[in-house]
Nanobody, 122 residues
Framework: QVQLVESGGGLVQPGDSLRLSCAAS????????LAWFRQSPGKAREFVAV????????TYKNAVKDRFIVYRDNAKNMLYLQMNLLKPEDTAVYFC???????????????WGHGTQVTVSS
């Protein structure tokens, strides 16, 4: 069983960049597909990005695919989300999640972190 802890959130201005990290412990890190989801106030949690076990395959939510990059470091048991050109609509709590299968559907994910807040505001 893997435990996930997100970090790196904060308050930034529109157009800024931010990198989120997700540290994993327990389980076999390089056997898990990893993903980022987010939840904005008053909205349902939504898919943001997913990366395959070996880091080669990625999928993004359309609204972020030209601005965000998801990647992982299996040697360090770390997942990252590089967010560029941030917009106010990116404001949300960001969660990392782990699963055995490649999926963009949150109900398929068994392990979740507690989230990190990202606020984009001028």
């Amino acid at each position: 069983q893997v435990q996930l802890v997100e970090s790196g959130g904060g308050l930034v201005q529109p157009g800024d960049s931010l990198r989120l990290s997700c540290a994993a412990s327990g389980g076999t890190f390089n056997s898990y597909v990893l993903a980022w989801f987010r939840q904005s106030p008053g909205k349902a949690r939504e898919f943001v990005a997913v990366v395959s076990v070996n880091g080669v395959m990625t999928t993004y939510k359309n609204a972020v695919k030209d601005r965000f990059i998801v990647y992982r470091d299996n040697a360090k048991n770390m997942l990252y989300l590089q967010m560029n050109l941030l917009k106010p609509e990116d404001t949300a709590v960001y969660f990392c999640a782990a699963n055995s299968d490649y999926s963009t559907v949150q109900s398929n994910y068994n392990y979740w972190g507690h989230g990190t807040q990202v606020t984009v505001s001028s």
